[in-house]
Structures are given as C-alpha cells and as structure tokens.
C-alpha cells in the first residue's frame, strides 16, 4: 500500500530538548516536504526537498532543521522547541515530475511544547 | 501577506442542502487551484482542483467555479450529507502544481443530520 508514515504520531516535550520527527514514504518519490497546521492558519510550508541532498526553506522555516540522506526518509528536526512551535505536522511526498495530484500526505504529528 | 483567502472559516449545512465556500487570489502567476478535505486524525486528501483555463469542474457532487477576471474560485458541495462534515482546504500553485501549495486557513463544515 502506497503511504507516507510519521512517528510519532504524539508527542509532549518541553523547551530546548531536541527532538525529531520522521518521516518515511515508500512510493520512490523524489519530492517531500513538510507542513504545520495551525488553527485559522491553514497549511505553511516549512522546508522541501526535491531530491537526495537537495533542501530548500519553504515559508516557515525558523526553528526547524531537515535531512535527506536517503530517498525515503525526510525527517524534521527541532534542536531546541519552543512553544510557538506547538502544532500540527504533515509530512508529504510526491513525484518530482507529478503536480500535486499526485501528492500524499501523512497522518500527522500533534505536538506540543511545555 | 496571505495570498489565498478562505471564507467561511466555519460552515453548518441541513443535510441534503448546497455548502459553499469560497476562495480569493492575489496572484496572477497562480495556475493550479485544488481543494483539500481533512477529516479529524488525518492528513488532507485532495479532492478536486482546477486550472484557469475552464470556468466550472465537477466531479459527483462536488463541483469547483472558478472567475478568472475576479480572482476567485469556489467550492460547491451539492446534496450535503453527514460524511461531508470535515475541513476543507483551498490551495494555489504555480507551474501547474509543480510548486509548493499555498493554501487558505480553512473551512470546518458540518452537514446537520
């Protein structure tokens, strides 16, 4: 089944300590990205990655850290959280050459930072 | 600056009537316009989209109209039912697509039985 999974799916943390959220998808797709949803906000963009190695900031990146050493895996670091950073997170993944309709996204990450 | 603009931000539709929401550019280098659907606990699934050079979509029950010259595009959900109940998500992209989604902030819609 084609998916894109996050892990965790909750998870309660507390000023400064460093935490990763990842993010994995098995279609072989070369683009990934990630959002935050926030209530009255919508969707916002914080990095992408169009292929292995290759990162870009989105619209929000401040605060968050990303890798992408294999072609799977996208994950999304936070060296020090704060409580701005309280959220709801999407990981997703689609073909370089696809437009969003071929876009997949995870179940969400639910944060939040004391 | 927000470049999509999403009204209602919240919705309550009788069951069986037509639920509309409606959506504002800024843009003009925007060329794809898909509609999200989230339901709780899960991530947005898209649900239809568009691109400016049509005028109306429509896929089931679910239908979007786009207004070029006015900068807009609307969702209509046709015989609304209680499955409907979710947030929708209006987005934007450039290069069809190609680009990140812009998206606008929401609309949490709920079909009264």
């Keep these: 089944e084609a998916q894109v999974t996050q892990n965790p799916r909750y998870l309660i943390t507390v000023t400064g300590k460093k935490l990763t959220v990842t993010c994995s998808q098995n279609m072989n797709h070369e683009y990934m990205s990630w959002y935050r949803q926030d209530p009255g906000l919508g969707l916002r963009q914080i990095y992408y990655s169009m292929n292995v190695e290759v990162t870009d900031k989105g619209d929000v990146p401040e605060g968050y850290k990303v890798s992408r050493k294999e072609k799977r895996n996208f994950p999304l670091i936070l060296e020090s959280p704060s409580p701005n950073q309280t959220s709801l997170y999407f990981c997703a993944s689609r073909p370089l050459a696809g437009g969003v309709e071929t876009q997949y996204f995870g179940p969400g990450t639910r944060l939040l930072v004391l | 600056q927000q470049q999509v603009k999403q009204s209602p931000q919240s919705l309550i539709v009788q069951k069986g009537g037509i639920s509309i929401i409606n959506c504002a550019y800024e843009n003009t280098a ?44 609307s969702l209509h959900i046709m015989d609304s039912q209680p499955g409907d109940s979710a947030t929708y998500f209006c987005a934007a992209s450039i290069r069809g697509g190609a680009d990140g989604l812009t998206f606008g902030k929401g609309t949490h819609l709920i079909i009264q039985p």
């Design chain 2, 30 to 73: 925007f060329d794809y316009f898909p509609w999200y659907q989230q339901f709780p606990g899960k991530g947005p699934a898209l649900l239809i989209a568009i691109r400016p050079d049509v005028s109306e979509k429509k896929e089931g029950r679910f239908t979007i109209s786009f207004n070029k010259s006015a900068k807009q595009f």
